[in-house]
């Protein structure tokens, strides 16, 4: 079974669950695969599930998908993510999922040396990425990201929106569920919150047959569909979605995409993208496309996308090569793709990457 996802960042383990045949001449119901595909978290979601007849589960994906967008949502006023920025108070008193979801990001933050830091909302709001990607009117084309960043001026440090202030500044209490931030300080799990999302999905749902939850892209693949060596994943060209250029054979993988390809506008007169970087509070000026990196976890593997693509090809190749049971793929705005060292093993095919005009904006799979 094939699954394209366009080119775009473990602490959990999974449960292998085991069949039991009933006793007696009680025969097992049908298995089938189950296909489900709808829209949330402002991107295109896919689920394919093999499953006995009498379990409906793709109804239940959809379910997760909507409570954790009202969970996470930071457009959502209602969502819970945004009564914790909009609190008044240095304490809020978090649901079991916030409370998971924050952790997360803190760890996940920690892990890159702030690289990763879910408190640098006010630079993308200042960047101009005040409202959901759509309602954003000056979009610029794909083309854009074929600019080389680093034939730039250098990106200077613009003015601190956050008092000295990051994510070192938050403390959890588990045993309470108890958030304490510095008053004012605010939180975005962005492209994060929707890999972690994917991961809670694939815990509820998979560990039975074969599955796969794919996420505008960033997705996770379950076993092995009958007849095959493991799941087809097609990456597509970081600026022409409608040409595939690797595919990907995985069974239990993550895949996550970081692209400045297409969340990309202009404020002021000046090009901006949604990745910034938090050492300069600017979008990143990056001589990456996009990254794309395998794992265990959907949320991690998200993360490690968006840091590598940060850092730029040469620094983003290694860290991607120092995470443990992570790999990867660049491609640069030379028209280059790279690869760390263990992800030609578990592709079956790298067509040559060449840049070609390409006009038309895509708003499919819309990648964080």
């Not at 649901?95 to 979801?101: Q, R």
């Not at 952790?103 to 993308?124: C, K, N, R, S, V």
């Not at 999302?197 to 047959?209: A, H, K, S």
């Not at 569909?225 to 690797?246: D, F, T, Y």
Request: overall charge negative; aromatic content about 6%.
């Amino acid at each position: 079974m094939m699954v394209t996802t366009t080119m775009t960042t473990g602490m959990t383990a999974m449960m292998n669950m085991t069949m039991i045949r009933p006793a007696g001449r009680v025969s097992s119901p049908p298995w089938q695969w189950q296909q489900h595909s709808f829209r949330a978290m402002s991107t295109s979601i896919h689920a394919s599930i093999y499953a006995p007849a009498t379990r409906s589960l793709t109804g239940k994906v959809e379910d997760l998908f909507r409570y954790f967008e009202e969970l996470l949502s930071r457009f959502r006023p209602t969502s819970e993510l945004s009564r914790l920025n909009a609190h008044d108070g240095s304490v809020f008193m978090a649901s079991p999922d916030l409370f998971a979801a924050v952790e997360a990001a803190l760890w996940a933050a920690q892990q890159t040396g702030g690289i990763y830091d879910p408190t640098i909302l006010p630079y993308l709001e200042r960047a101009g990425y005040d409202c959901t990607f759509a309602a954003i009117k000056d979009q610029r084309p794909l083309r854009a990201a074929m600019e080389p960043q680093n034939d730039r001026d250098p990106v200077l440090p613009l003015p601190d929106l956050r008092n000295g202030l990051d994510y070192r500044h938050i403390q959890l209490d588990r045993s309470t569920g108890m958030i304490r931030r510095p008053i004012g300080m605010v939180l975005d799990l962005g492209g994060m919150g929707k890999g972690w999302t994917v991961d809670r999905v694939v815990d509820e749902i998979c560990g039975e047959g074969p599955s796969l939850i794919n996420a505008g892209g960033d997705l996770y693949a379950y076993g092995i569909p009958n007849g095959s060596r493991g799941w087809e994943i097609q990456l597509a060209h970081p600026l022409n979605p409608a040409v595939n250029v690797a595919t990907l054979i995985l069974s239990h993988h993550a895949v996550a995409t970081s692209t400045i390809a297409k969340r990309r506008w202009l404020k002021d007169g000046l090009l901006q993208h949604h990745l910034i970087d938090p050492r300069t509070g600017s979008p990143a000026a990056t001589d990456a496309i996009s990254v794309s990196a395998v794992g265990g976890r959907v949320f991690t593997a998200e993360v490690h996308a968006k840091v590598a693509l940060i850092l730029g090809v040469e620094e983003g190749l290694a860290y991607l090569e120092s995470q443990p049971d992570v790999e990867g793929l660049i491609f640069s705005t030379s028209g280059e793709a790279l690869l760390t060292s263990g992800m030609g093993q578990l592709i079956e095919r790298l067509d040559s990457i060449t840049h070609e005009p390409h006009n038309e904006w895509s708003k499919e799979n819309d990648q964080a």
